[in-house]
T-cell receptor, first 112, second 113 residues
Framework: GNSVTQMEGPVTLSEEAFLTINCTYT??????LFWYVQYPGEGLQLLLK?????DKGSNKGFEATYRKETTSFHLEKGSVQVSDSAVYFC???????????FGQGTRLTINP | SAVISQKPSRDICQRGTSLTIQCQVD?????MFWYRQQPGQSLTLIAT?????????ESGFVIDKFPISRPNLTFSTLTVSNMSPEDSSIYLC??????????FGSGTRLTVV
């Protein structure tokens, strides 16, 4: 079946550190891939997406590249800020389907 | 910007009662989705709501427990029936909006006591 596996959390970093949150997937066909962010007490917001192999999604300094050969969509940011503290979810949507399949989420805490 | 509004934003309910959550989208959409996020967990799809037909439920979720209405292309409700403490979760509605993609409401934080 279709599934998403994320890096185990929680992750704690210092401000200005480099961030990587790993995400790998299993899916039929060619899924679209997404990263969502959930700030404390809020709903989910789309952070970035990629719809085909080798696409790079980017937003707010975050980047992720759709790697079909490794079935991965790792999230990176060169210099994190305290305001990036949140839970990050990797998700996929299988081609032709409507629903999203989510990973388990990774809680990120950035200390000043 | 496109908006999905949910209400209530939070509620504390007695076990055995029911709560209806409303979701309003500011554009017409074919499908709306209801998710549950249990404490510290990821999102699990409860059901997909199409206008004019019965909702399609995922494995482990049944209509008697989570009845859904979809009276028009911009509105849906989810009812959590005969609640128990295990139903304490965040419930989120979502839809795929033109030019915005897959968008979520801000969620309803339910506590059952």
């Amino acid at each position: 079946g279709n599934s998403v596996t994320q890096m185990e959390g929680p992750v704690t970093l210092s401000e200005e550190a480099f961030l990587t949150i790993n995400c790998t997937y299993t899916a039929t066909g060619y899924p679209s891939l997404f990263w969502y962010v959930q700030y404390p007490g809020e709903g989910l917001q789309l952070l970035l997406k990629a719809t085909k192999a080798d696409d790079k999604g980017s937003n707010k300094g975050f980047e992720a590249t759709y790697r079909k050969e490794t079935t991965s969509f790792h999230l990176e940011k060169g210099s994190v800020q305290v305001s990036d503290s949140a839970v990050y979810f990797c998700a996929l949507r299988v081609q032709g389907a409507q629903k999203l399949v989510f990973g388990q989420g990774t809680r990120l805490t950035i200390n000043p | 910007s496109a908006v999905i509004s949910q209400k209530p934003s939070r509620d504390i309910c007695q076990r055995g009662t029911s709560l209806t959550i409303q979701c309003q989208v500011d554009s017409q959409v074919t499908m709306m989705f209801w998710y549950r996020q249990q404490p510290g967990q990821s999102l699990t799809l409860i059901a997909t709501a199409n206008q004019g037909s019965e909702a399609t439920y995922e494995s482990g979720f049944v209509i008697d427990k989570f009845p859904i209405s979809r009276p028009n292309l911009t509105f849906s409700t989810l009812t959590v029936s005969n609640m128990s403490p295990e139903d304490s979760s965040i419930y989120l509605c979502s839809a795929e909006l033109p030019n915005y993609g897959y968008t979520f409401g801000s969620g309803t934080r339910l506590t059952v006591v």
